[in-house]
């Protein structure tokens, strides 16, 4: 499976985005699924992260900001992203796990750059 994410671009800061992240095949087996970021200069962070039928995770810095979903049927995540911050400015990935037994397999989305002007 592979995924691919989009949907960043240059906003204003207080602007919103809706990124986008599909898959080429089911994701109902991916849990969790999850939204990381990678500024320029810095690590890649945890954005958001979602498990079926569980609470979704926030950081702290996007928190009733941002809003993670999940759609099995059309095999896609998003995040929607309200309220931007120059600080939210980086490199957008999506993440899937999959466990087949003990056997863990990680898959990355190749990034989608949002970018935030003050």
């Known amino acids: 499976v592979q995924l691919q994410a989009c949907g960043g671009g240059l906003v204003q800061a207080g602007g919103s985005l809706r990124l986008s992240c599909g898959a080429s095949?089911?994701?109902?087996?991916?849990?969790?699924m999850a939204w990381y970021r990678q500024a320029p200069g810095k690590e890649r962070e945890l954005v958001a992260r979602?498990?079926?039928?569980?609470?979704?995770v926030y950081a702290d810095s996007v928190k009733s900001r941002f809003t993670i979903s999940r759609d099995n049927a059309k095999n896609a995540m998003y995040l929607q992203m309200n309220s931007l911050k120059p600080e939210d400015t980086a490199v957008y990935y999506c993440?899937?796990?999959?466990?087949?037994?003990?056997?863990?397999?990680?898959?990355w989305g190749q990034g989608t750059e949002v970018t935030v002007s003050s």
């Open positions: 993440n899937a796990i999959s466990f087949r037994g003990l056997m863990k397999t990680d898959y």
């Open positions: 979602i498990i079926s039928g569980a609470t979704p």
């Open positions: 095949g089911s994701i109902s087996s991916f849990n969790p």
